[in-house]
């Protein structure tokens, strides 16, 4: 691994951290003005870093090759490409947000797979936000920096994103998932411990290759948008179960009409988890977790046979329960399963997948970890 005095020629002021995380419950619910219950992973991206006073901010990942420099001053929405993007958009919306950042030297390191699901591009915009203001010594409340990193995923990168994979990258707690309303702009931390109840959380990367994911994601916001403007709400946060029935009628598209009726029974399901949490029923929650899976795969349309393999393969191996999490299309899916089950279960997917000729999946271990901070 190079260090950083052998890719900068100096010494680094600190090394500040990012996690990745996997989401309960709560899918495609984040730009609908919903509720979503994300934790935090272990993996993490690690950006050490130096400041400087000329203006130009330098990247470097122990990933990829040589150092790209841009400076501060020049920097539009396209101006930066490839990896660099992300580093790019998190100094241009500090930039434009007023905050003196003068400029750095930033060496990224990395054990969160990317393309995986696990929110690698919202730990990088946040793990570069955080090095960029901690080199200053500007304190930032973390949702605000969560803010500012969505708006540069949304205006920079050009992606439609919601506020979740941030959101969970800055604000999660060790022990805890973070139980999120967007509309409220309100957060709560839930204890999270499976293994006081018997249970583990499997977390396992499908390793299927994301298909047209971009331009799904983006046709899936649209359409609920579309949705909320005919039913005349701000976002489909406004319809509840009980007036569930009603906006469907209401639709004239029966695409839009499924993609509806996933967002808000999701956003039920995120409550009703909640509250078995609260009450110490975790393993009750696993029904949550499958019913959002049946949804996810039949009315929001976002999963591929990869997932709905690996899904069905642990439940007939015995999980109390299992979805896909993240955006879709690939990715990895989480399984709540008795502990002395998890070995077999994950033994059980191996083998499904090696029957359907898929590529072999990875598991993670899903200790609910903290968010973003300086390391020491
Ligand atoms: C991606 C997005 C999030 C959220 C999820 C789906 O991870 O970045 O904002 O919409 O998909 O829940």
Not at 120 to 142: H, I, K, N, Q
Not at 189 to 201: H, W, Y
Not at 223 to 230: G, H, K, L, W, Y
Not at 299 to 327: K, Q, S
Request: a negative charge; aromatic letters at 6%.
């Amino acid at each position: 691994m190079t260090t950083f005095e052998e890719v900068f020629g100096t010494a680094p002021d600190g090394a500040w951290r990012a996690p990745g995380r996997v989401n309960l419950i709560g899918e495609h619910t984040d730009y609908n003005d919903g509720l979503v219950l994300p934790i935090a992973l272990p993996n993490r991206i690690v950006v050490t870093a130096s400041a400087r006073d000329d203006g130009i901010v330098a990247v470097s990942s122990n990933g990829q090759n040589g150092v790209i420099e841009f400076a501060l001053d020049s920097l539009e929405p396209g101006s930066v490409g490839d990896w660099a993007t992300y580093p790019a958009g998190m100094a241009w919306v500090l930039r434009e947000a007023g905050y003196e950042i003068g400029g750095a030297n930033l060496l990224v390191d990395s054990d969160l797979p990317t393309g995986a699901g696990l929110s690698s591009s919202a730990a990088l915009l946040c793990a570069t936000g955080v090095a960029l203001l901690g080199l200053r010594d500007l304190e930032v409340d973390p949702a605000e920096v969560a803010r500012l990193a969505q708006k540069a995923e949304n205006q920079y990168v050009g992606a439609p994103v919601g506020l979740m994979d941030q959101m969970a990258s800055m604000c999660c707690t060790a022990g805890h998932a973070l139980y999120f309303d967007i509309r409220a702009m309100a957060t709560e931390q839930i204890p999270f411990d499976p293994e006081a109840d018997g249970l583990t959380l499997l977390v396992i990367d499908v390793k299927a290759p994301h298909r047209h994911v971009d331009g799904e994601y983006a046709a899936r916001r649209k359409s609920c948008e579309r949705a909320a403007a005919e039913l005349g709400v701000p976002a489909l946060r406004s319809i509840t179960m009980d007036g569930l029935d009603e906006a469907l009628a209401k639709l004239s598209d029966d695409v839009d009409r499924r993609r509806v009726r996933h967002v808000v029974t999701e956003i039920d399901r995120v409550e009703q988890a909640v509250a078995l949490m609260r009450a110490g029923r975790l393993r009750d929650v696993g029904a949550l977790f499958t019913a959002s899976h049946v949804s996810m795969r039949d009315d929001f349309e976002i999963t591929v046979p990869e997932l709905d393999v690996a899904v069905d393969t642990a439940l007939a191996a015995g999980a109390v329960g299992a979805r896909m999490t993240g955006g879709g299309f690939g990715g990895c899916i989480i399984a709540l399963v008795e502990t002395a089950k998890a070995d077999q279960t994950f033994a059980a997917i191996e083998r499904a997948f090696g029957e359907h000729g898929f590529r072999a999946p990875t598991s993670l271990a899903a200790t609910p970890s903290p968010g973003a901070s300086k390391l020491d």
